[in-house]
């Protein structure tokens, strides 16, 4: 069965700095490109990143660019994201999903890890 | 970057359809097919429900449709149950090689 497990939340102080991870099984990682989307309290949803199947094209929402970097690793079939710069807008549940390739959208998503950025 | 528009609230009747409407531009539904709809139980993990407009993914009930035109698209859910309680959000690729959704649609089945 395909399952995506997001880990790596916690509960922060602005400025700083954490790494999301995102565990894939169950389907051939390395053939998809994978997103990071978040949902604040009571909010939407917001795309974050993006990262094609082979690590070579990021892509980030102006909101976060400069302060988060998405990365790969397809032999231990995990995506990363690494937030730098935290500030208390980025307090959000954060879910990995995974890229239906050529249809430029998402068809398997995780159950998210709760970021909270707070003094 | 900004959201896409959908109301925020609509509401049906068991059996009944509804249709939730999503508004973008140019730069994103009005030039992409890559619209897709989701469902989302709070605390639960999202659900695609159609792709590229139209498209249904395995699973996915055919009371479930998708439709675009120009810079707007809709989806509709007919026979409604109450199971389909959710929020429902629209997305797009965009020309800035970005996604946006919209700002979500709660969906009340009375």
């Known amino acids: 069965q395909e399952h995506l497990v997001e880990s790596g939340g916690g509960v922060v102080q602005p400025g700083s700095s954490l790494r999301l991870s995102c565990a894939a099984s169950?389907?051939?990682?390395?053939?998809?490109?994978m997103h990071w989307v978040r949902q604040a309290p009571g909010k939407g949803l917001e795309w974050v990143s993006f990262i094609s199947y082979d690590g070579v094209r990021e892509y980030y929402a102006d909101s976060v660019r400069g302060r988060f970097t998405i990365s790969r690793d397809n032999p231990k079939n995990i995506v990363y994201l690494e937030m730098d710069s935290l500030r208390t807008e980025d307090t959000a549940v954060y879910y990995c999903?995974?890229?239906?390739?050529?249809?430029?959208?998402?068809?398997?998503w995780g159950q998210g890890t709760l970021v909270t950025v707070s003094s | 970057q900004s959201a896409l528009t959908q109301p925020a609230s609509v509401s049906g009747s068991p059996g009944q359809s509804i249709t939730i409407s999503c508004t973008g531009t140019?730069?994103?539904?009005?030039?992409?097919?890559?619209v897709s709809w989701c469902q989302h139980h709070p605390g639960k993990a999202p659900k695609l429900m159609i792709y590229e407009v139209s498209n249904r993914p395995s699973g996915v009930p055919d009371r479930f449709s998708g439709y675009k035109s120009g810079n707007m698209a809709s989806l509709t859910i007919s026979g409604l149950q109450a199971e389909d309680e959710a929020d429902y959000y629209c997305?797009?690729?965009?020309?800035?090689?970005?996604?946006?959704f919209g700002g979500g649609t709660k969906l009340t089945v009375l």
């Open positions: 999903a995974r890229d239906l390739s050529y249809h430029y959208t998402y068809d398997l």
């Open positions: 169950g389907f051939i990682f390395r053939g998809h490109a």
């Open positions: 997305s797009s690729y965009t020309s800035s090689n970005t996604w946006v």
């Open positions: 140019n730069s994103d539904i009005g030039t992409y097919k890559y």
